[in-house]
Structures are given as C-alpha cells and as structure tokens.
C-alpha cells in the first residue's frame, strides 16, 4: 500500500546552521508533496510544497527539492532560528484519487541558540 | 478567512459515551478530510467530502466511526461506545475547488483533542 517514510526522527542544530529532512513514497503515480510544521497542541501548517512537474522550490529559508526517479524529495531549511523548533511532516498524494494525504512519521526538530 | 475551526477543542469522555466533533472548513472550500493523530505519529487519512458526497472512508473508519456534511459546509464526525484506543487528536482539513486554484492543498484546523477514560 501507500507509504511515506521519513528520517530523522529526530534532529538537533545550532541556530544558524542549516538542517535538511528526507522523506521517500512508494506510490509512483504520487504528484504532490507538501511539508507542514506542526507546534505543540496546533495542527499542521503547511510551510512549502511541490508537484511532480518540478524538481525543487524555493521560498526564503525554506527549499523543497524532489527526485521522482527515487522516489524521495527533501526539505532543507536554511539559517535556522529557534522559532524554527517544532515537528515537521512530509506528505505525498495523487490528486486525481481524492488527494488524500499520506503523512511521514514527522521529525522533531531543535534548534538551539 | 478565518481559517478551519473545530470545535471542542478537547473533549474528556468515559469509556461506552458517544462523542460528536464539528469541523468548519475556510467558506467556500467544497473538499473536506477528516485525519487521526496519535501521539509520536503522523496523521492519518479516515475519510473526504466532496461537497456533501462522502467519497472515500479508510478502513480505520470502524463502524463505530460515522462523518456527515449535509450542505456541503460543516462537518461532523461522530463516535459511538468510545474506546481507550480512541484516544486521539482528530483533525479537519479543507481544500478549496478547482476554481479557487490550488485544489491539492490542504489547510488544517487546531484538532479536536480526545480522551477516552
């Protein structure tokens, strides 16, 4: 079936440093991924997101990138502040079967001033 | 836009009770999802409205589990002779339709908190 992987778990960085987060899908017919921060007691705000028409986004301190031919796309956050500390989910779906998401275990990231 | 609401934001309840969520999508979106949040893990898809056709159920959707949206706005997502493991956050995503632009994107709401003593 559907399935999103996502490492680390966990991820720790000094303020200023930069940190990246993997996720792979097994769904080949997947064309959307978007990543969403979730701060305790919240829901999940979307940060960033792509499609499968394109291999990487960019948005301030945030990029997205994606290799369809592996199956994994990658968040990286560059200059990190300690308002950047909470859990961040990946998620892949196919649009065209209802856009149900399929969410990544989440990572916990810390950034440490 | 206000954004999605949930309402009860918590909801303590006895082992056996029926309890009953509301979700109140961004005005306009025609798409509605319901997901399951455990502690430690991602969400997880339980079912979608389109308009007030519901299209799709996971098989975590027990039969205990029933969701409406009569008009195509709110929703409701009710649980019958609730379980421990019932114990969940319980979120309502909307996405607006195709004329809105960007129909894949999902926007969540604060989560409706469970437990189940």
């Known amino acids: 079936g559907e399935n999103v992987e996502q490492h680390p778990s966990t991820l720790s960085v000094q303020e200023g440093d930069s940190a990246v987060i993997k996720c792979t899908y097994s769904d080949s017919a997947s064309n959307y991924f978007p990543w969403y921060k979730q701060e305790l007691g919240k829901g999940p705000q979307l940060i960033i997101d792509?499609?499968?028409?394109?291999g990487e986004k960019k948005d301030q301190r945030i990029a997205v990138t994606l290799n369809k031919t592996a199956k994994h796309f990658s968040l990286h956050i560059t200059e990190t502040q300690p308002e950047d500390s909470a859990v961040y989910f990946c998620?892949?779906?196919?649009?065209?079967?209802?856009?149900?998401?399929?969410f990544g275990q989440g990572t916990e990231l810390s950034v440490k001033p | 836009d206000t954004g999605v609401s949930q309402d009860p934001r918590h909801k303590i309840t006895k082992r056996g009770q029926n309890v009953t969520f509301r979700c109140d999508p961004i005005?306009?979106?025609?798409?509605l999802y319901w997901y399951r949040q455990t502690l430690g893990q991602g969400p997880e898809f339980l079912t979608y409205?389109?308009?007030?056709?519901?299209?799709?159920k996971s098989r975590l959707l027990s039969d205990r589990f029933s969701a409406e949206r009569p008009k195509g706005s709110f929703s409701t997502l009710e649980i019958q002779r609730t379980e421990q493991g019932d114990s969940a956050m319980y979120l309502c995503a909307s996405s607006p339709p195709a004329s809105g632009g960007r129909t894949d994107t999902q926007y969540f709401g604060p989560g409706t908190r469970l437990t189940v003593l």
């Open positions: 792509i499609r499968s028409n394109v």
């Open positions: 005005s306009e979106h025609n798409r």
């Open positions: 998620a892949a779906t196919f649009y065209n079967q209802g856009g149900k998401l399929i």
């Open positions: 409205f389109q308009n007030e056709a519901q299209l799709e």
